[in-house]
């Protein structure tokens, strides 16, 4: 019985160890005012980056080269463009974007766009190449 107990004890100190977090993206709102968009890090370690990220009217097109993102939408409506394919996306749509597709929102009027944005590896937003259409 004891043997259990010392098990129990290690794993919970080791999950405290690992900084794991735990937060209701509901509720979690920008601590400041904000023209379009607004990113609030998470958290990060060397093989994801997680982010929540509010957008007022759009997001211009661009790609991760060496990144892989996943976006789950919390709350509001837009059209997100994903390479040759645009379409409809609202609270609840899971949005999968392999390295190298190029994407952009356009946030629907009179709504705040609130995404879960997941990138592996680490992101540290470097890796943001903005398409030009000149």
Not at 4 to 10: E, L, Q, R, S, V
Not at 35 to 54: G, Y
Not at 99 to 125: C, M, N, R
Request: charged share 25%; net charge negative; proline share 3%.
């Amino acid at each position: 019985m004891s043997r259990i107990f010392f098990i129990a004890i290690a794993l919970s100190i080791s999950s405290a160890a690992l900084g794991q977090t735990h937060e209701n993206l509901v509720d979690l709102q920008p601590k400041d005012d904000y023209k379009n968009i607004r990113v609030h890090k998470l958290d990060s370690d060397s093989l994801a980056s997680t982010f929540l990220i509010w957008v007022k009217k759009s997001v211009k097109e661009h790609f991760h080269a060496e990144h892989t993102e996943v976006v789950q939408v919390l709350e509001g409506e837009g059209v997100m463009t994903l390479g040759d394919e645009s379409f409809k996306i609202r609270s609840g749509d899971y949005i999968f974007i392999p390295k190298g597709t190029p994407h952009s929102v356009e946030v629907k009027h009179g709504s705040i766009l609130k995404a879960l944005s997941i990138q592996t590896p680490l992101f540290d937003g470097s890796d943001r190449i903005f398409v030009s259409k000149e």
